[in-house]
């Protein structure tokens, strides 16, 4: 049984509050229950130098777990200290959110996205994904004061699946994910084109059936979160 009775094919419960932090351009907090992260995204003309003489934007991500997010204290990353998981997850998210943007229209432009997660309980990196793209969605609008849609050429968003004792689910936790045969992270666009697959053996192996599977559950909970987004994103534009 699954917690709070969730069925295999059932993600956890999705709330996203926008303008959290009162400093960001853009930020939301992203819960999938007991999964919390900050996304705040920054905007300036600091473009990276090897883009200086190129007509384009640029858009960069940081993620970080605070010290209290997970039951045992989690040290900074400070410096060249930095965790290669944390580096994964940067780049991941950083790549997802460029493939949402058009940046040869955002000549001139550097965007920063932060995801500070609060509290973990697996699905960081999706989630991470999900709220940044609305965060990023609000800063455009703010920093340029019209509807930012010019700027994006797809819509983002992901999530998890896995096999656990055999059975495929959507959106593991903590728990479902340490004990997955299988898990995988997928990220896709509106049209539910794939932009990133990531997937790790741990015990069994999957079968290319059970793999399509998993595929073909994550790509309906990502729907799920795509029509969430559009109702922030309509609240955003009727503010």
Same mark, same amino acid.
């Given at each position: 049984?699954?917690?709070?009775?969730?069925?295999?094919?059932?993600?956890?419960?999705?709330?996203?509050?926008?303008?959290?932090?009162?400093?960001?351009?853009?930020?939301?907090?992203?819960?999938?229950?007991?999964?919390?992260?900050?996304?705040?995204?920054?905007?300036?003309?600091?473009?990276?130098?090897?883009?200086?003489?190129?007509?384009?934007?640029?858009?960069?991500?940081?993620?970080?777990?605070?010290?209290?997010?997970?039951?045992?204290?989690?040290?900074?990353?400070?410096?060249?200290?930095?965790?290669?998981?944390?580096?994964?997850?940067?780049?991941?998210?950083?790549?997802?959110?460029?493939?949402?943007?058009?940046?040869?229209?955002?000549?001139?432009?550097?965007?920063?996205?932060?995801?500070?997660?609060?509290?973990?309980?697996?699905?960081?990196?999706? #989630?991470?994904?999900?709220?940044?793209?609305?965060?990023?969605?609000? #800063?455009?609008?703010?920093?340029?004061?019209?509807?930012?849609?010019?700027?994006?050429?797809?819509?983002?968003?992901?999530?998890?699946?896995?096999?656990?004792?055999?059975?495929?689910?959507?959106?593991?936790?903590?728990? +479902?994910?340490?004990? #997955?045969?299988?898990?995988?992270?997928?990220?896709?666009?509106?049209?539910?084109?794939?932009?990133?697959?990531?997937?790790?053996?741990?015990? +069994?192996?999957?079968?290319?059936?059970?793999?399509?599977?998993?595929?073909?559950?994550?790509?309906?909970?990502?729907?799920?979160?795509?029509?969430?987004?559009?109702?922030?994103?309509?609240?955003?534009?009727?503010?």
């Amino acid at each position: 049984m699954r917690k709070n009775n969730r069925k295999h094919d059932e993600a956890r419960n999705l709330s996203i509050v926008t303008n959290f932090q009162k400093n960001s351009i853009g930020s939301v907090l992203i819960n999938f229950e007991d999964t919390k992260v900050i996304c705040s995204t920054n905007i300036s003309t600091h473009i990276p130098y090897w883009l200086k003489n190129e007509n384009q934007g640029w858009l960069t991500a940081e993620y970080s777990m605070l010290p209290n997010s997970s039951n045992e204290r989690i040290n900074r990353d400070r410096g060249n200290k930095m965790s290669g998981r944390t580096q994964e997850i940067q780049r991941l998210i950083g790549r997802s959110l460029r493939q949402a943007l058009n940046l040869k229209k955002l000549s001139g432009v550097m965007i920063t996205v932060d995801c500070d997660v609060l509290n973990a309980d697996g699905g960081t990196r999706t #989630a991470s994904i999900s709220g940044a793209y609305i965060a990023t969605y609000l #800063a455009l609008r703010n920093h340029f004061g019209t509807n930012p849609n010019r700027y994006f050429k797809n819509q983002v968003a992901a999530v998890s699946a896995g096999l656990v004792n055999g059975t495929p689910l959507l959106d593991l936790d903590y728990m +479902e994910d340490s004990q #997955a045969d299988f898990d995988m992270n997928l990220v896709l666009n509106q049209n539910l084109d794939i932009i990133e697959i990531q997937g790790t053996s741990e015990k +069994e192996l999957p079968t290319m059936k059970i793999l399509n599977s998993l595929i073909s559950l994550a790509t309906e909970g990502i729907r799920n979160i795509i029509f969430e987004q559009n109702k922030i994103i309509d609240e955003i534009n009727n503010s």
